[in-house]
């Protein structure tokens, strides 16, 4: 029961009836007025104007993000300054409109404007080509902010969203797919899986695991990271077979051709292989919806030995704190897909603990916005609950 709910108890109302009398304030043209010429306040009401614009204003610094990266301004400025006629001429863009996006763009941290009108990378323009698939996030979003246009329709589920038809091939659905759509966003989520691997691989240790099956790991290159950190592990991928050739050819161009094998096959109607004492969910369940996430946890528990581990690593919604990557944007990239969810990390250990795992730890990543991770054991000595669940 929580502290609000005991009759008598009036900290609660009380807190609640501050909350609605500071809202009421807030939303008073005449106490802004007043706030604004206040000195006390005067900051707040500033920083909270600034949050608010940024807020109105957001569509615009991403679409100033997408123009930089479709621009390749930082390749342009790679090796120094030019004026915004030089880049207009090199992107073949009117040179009023270039000075335009380079003032933006240095007003959003990108771009750095030096005393004599010519523009620079800053240190943050500089990262982007440098950050493994986000110039491809970045230019696919065009389709994202297509589904986003109309914002009431999109939350009412009155959308027929784009998004959803450039992921058949990545979500097995049958039917002809463009093969060049099935390679860019293949390669999309093989280049921003590295990332992931990196935070994974630094919240867990598989020194002690004898085989990992990696389920749904795409091309591979999860396992690959994981290959290049253990080199006496052996690995596995669990995948659809339009995928296998892809993942062979990575794992002979890195050499783990000998101990990394590909089963394929659907989570959704076959069992999942046994033998591997630990077995990966990357960036999987988000995917689906709870039912289909059941179904594929009891299938994991059940091909687990006895004290098999379970590593689940994706973006995860804060829950009671809700959190500006993933309940802000994954959680909507996830609907526009019509296909998952974004889920917190207590509600992915409520759906473990219901199939019998036990032992789940929440691990702390130093990249949450990249990834989160959650572990899981299956319990010696007893009976395997999931059985029922498949």
């Known amino acids: 029961m929580g502290l609000t709910e005991y009759p008598g108890n009036r900290g609660g109302d009380l807190f609640e009836k501050f909350q609605q ?36 204003a957001g569509f615009s610094y991403s679409q100033t993000l997408q123009a930089f990266v479709a621009f390749d301004l930082a390749t342009h400025l790679k090796a120094g300054p030019r ?27 990108l771009l750095k404007r ?29 389709v ?48 921003s899986q590295v990332l992931v691997a990196e935070e994974t691989l630094k919240a867990v240790d598989l020194s002690s695991c004898g085989k990992l ?27 659809l077979p339009e995928v296998a050739p892809h993942a062979q050819a990575r794992f002979e161009r890195e050499g783990l051709a000998d101990r990394a094998s590909i089963t394929t096959g659907s989570f959704r109607e076959d069992s999942i292989p046994e033998g591997a004492s630990t077995i990966s969910l990357v960036r999987v369940l988000y995917d689906h919806q709870d039912d289909t996430v059941r179904g594929l946890l009891a299938k994991v528990f059940k091909a687990l030995p006895e004290n098999g581990s379970l590593i689940i690593s994706e973006p995860m919604s804060g829950g ?43 691990r702390a990543t130093d990249r949450p916005f990249i ?3 959650v572990t899981a054991r299956k319990p010696s000595n007893q009976l395997d609950k999931s059985v029922n669940n498949i």
């Open 83 to 109: 004026s915004a006629a030089d880049l207009a001429l090199r992107c073949d863009v009117p040179q009023r409109r270039m000075e335009v996006l380079c003032q933006a763009a240095a007003a959003l941290g």
């Open 371 to 373: 990834t989160r991770v």
């Open 144 to 191: 994202l902010y297509r589904d986003l246009r109309d914002p009431v329709a999109f939350f009412r589920g009155e959308t027929d969203t784009e998004l959803a038809g450039f992921w058949p091939y990545v979500f097995g659905a049958a039917g002809d797919v463009d093969p060049e759509i099935a390679q860019t966003y293949s390669q999309l989520m093989s280049d």
């Open 213 to 239: 099956l990696d389920i749904g790991g795409g091309t591979g290159a999860f396992l690959s990271a994981v290959g290049a950190s253990y080199p006496d592990l052996a690995l596995q991928l669990f995948d």
């Open 21 to 56: 009398w500071r809202n009421s304030l807030a939303g008073s043209r005449r106490f802004q007025s007043w706030a604004a010429r206040f000195p006390l306040v005067k900051y707040l009401a500033r920083r909270d104007g600034e949050k608010l614009f940024d807020l109105v």
């Open 320 to 362: 009671s704190k809700p959190d500006r990557t993933a309940d802000a944007y994954f959680a909507l990239y996830c609907m526009a897909m019509r296909t998952g969810c974004v889920r917190s990390a207590d509600r992915i250990s409520q759906l473990l603990s219901e199939v019998g795992f036990a032992d789940i730890s929440q």
């Open 114 to 142: 030096s005393k004599d009108a010519k523009f620079a990378l800053a240190r943050l323009g500089a990262a982007v080509p440098g950050v493994p698939g986000l110039r491809e996030m970045i230019l696919h979003h065009d």
